[in-house]
């Protein structure tokens, strides 16, 4: 379904100013996260980057404070048990059980801390403050005949999805919650699905 121009350029124009304003803002958390990376098991990188499948089928970097061990996705796929229930369970593990989150880890994904960097893809244009959840390329299957739907928008970092649940919604039914945000997508069902997402930060809905 095509989303008309006004609705788009409205959204846009919210992602950068909103971006502009969070990054200001977040200096002196992206100043205390460096120093963090320093030092014990979190040394290394600040930030993680993955690679994810933006609108039109373009692949991009999404940007996270690194919550994992270095090489983590090495390690995960070392483990050929635990890296096929990675997938049955959704792409997602839980935090006690995937050996690859550290301590500090575990701390930022619960509170989301982990996601913040994703202002700099909002400003990028890579993503915007709402819309569906960017997918690692592997997840396109989940989506069957409605990939070219779901790639039809650009993704968001926060979605419906994590505002009705997050992790504790799998596929197929996570499927079902993207298309009819795609189907529904207007500029005040984005902003009642930002309160919703803020509230499932505060609640710790889904978050591992």
């Not at 499948?53 to 483990?79: H, T």
């Not at 990675?86 to 500090?104: C, Q």
């Not at 244009?125 to 409605?146: C, Q």
């Amino acid at each position: 379904m095509s989303k008309s121009k006004t609705y788009l350029a409205i959204k846009r124009l919210c992602d950068i100013v909103v971006s502009i304003i969070a990054l200001i803002c977040l200096i002196p958390v992206f100043a205390v996260m460096f120093i963090l990376y320093r030092f014990g098991e979190n040394r290394g990188p600040m930030i993680y980057k993955q690679e994810r499948i933006g609108k039109n089928g373009k692949p991009f970097k999404i940007w996270k404070f690194r919550s994992m061990v270095v090489n983590a996705d090495k390690k995960l796929k070392a483990n050929p048990a635990l890296y096929k229930k990675y997938l049955a369970n959704s792409y997602k593990l839980p935090a006690e059980e995937d050996p690859r989150i550290t301590h500090f880890g575990r701390i930022i994904r619960k509170t989301s801390i982990d996601e913040l960097p994703q202002f700099v893809n909002i400003l990028k244009g890579d993503m915007a403050l709402v819309g569906p959840r960017p997918v690692v390329r592997t997840e396109l299957k989940e989506y069957g005949d409605n990939v070219r739907k779901l790639l039809s928008m650009t993704p968001g970092a926060m979605g419906y999805w994590q505002a009705s649940g997050r992790s504790n919604i799998g596929y197929p039914k996570r499927c079902d919650i993207e298309m009819y945000y795609i189907d529904h997508a207007n500029f005040w069902f984005d902003v009642k699905i930002v309160f919703l997402n803020i509230i499932s930060i505060f609640k710790s809905t889904g978050a591992y």
